[in-house]
């Protein structure tokens, strides 16, 4: 059992910087790929990064590519999401995902999620 709480959101404006956390419970931690999700008002929930549980591999969306940055310390049984040079369409609740499962990419692969961190980007 993985237990995730995401830290760090807020109220940011545009170009500027915040750092989410994504702490977790649970011995296996380091077991998990985890992925960071966002969701905007009347819209879906989407893809944003994802790292390997060894922190080897990173992928990002697109749209994000450049800008934020995953990592995790396994030590601390925690990833991170630094979001540089944030844009309105950046405004989302943040959620943190964890999974076994090698299909990182699907939502419906990921085993554990947060309750979900709100970030707002003002123009």
């Known amino acids: 059992q993985v237990q995730l709480v995401e830290s760090g959101g807020g109220w940011v404006q545009a170009g500027g910087s915040l750092r989410l956390s994504c702490a977790a419970s649970g011995r296996t931690f380091s077991s998990y790929t985890v992925g960071w999700f966002r969701q905007a008002p009347g819209k879906e929930r989407d893809f944003v990064a994802v790292?390997?549980?060894?922190?080897?591999?990173?992928y990002y969306q697109s749209s994000v590519k450049g800008r934020f940055t995953i990592s995790r310390d396994n030590a601390k049984n925690t990833v991170y999401l630094q979001m540089n040079s944030l844009k309105p369409e950046d405004t989302a609740v943040y959620y943190c995902?964890?999974?076994?499962?090698?299909?990182?990419?699907?939502?419906?692969?990921?085993?554990?999620w947060g309750q979900g961190t709100q970030v707002t980007v003002s123009s």
């Open positions: 790292i390997t549980r060894s922190g080897g591999n990173t």
């Open positions: 995902a964890a999974t076994l499962s090698t299909g990182w990419g699907f939502m419906e692969n990921y085993d554990y």
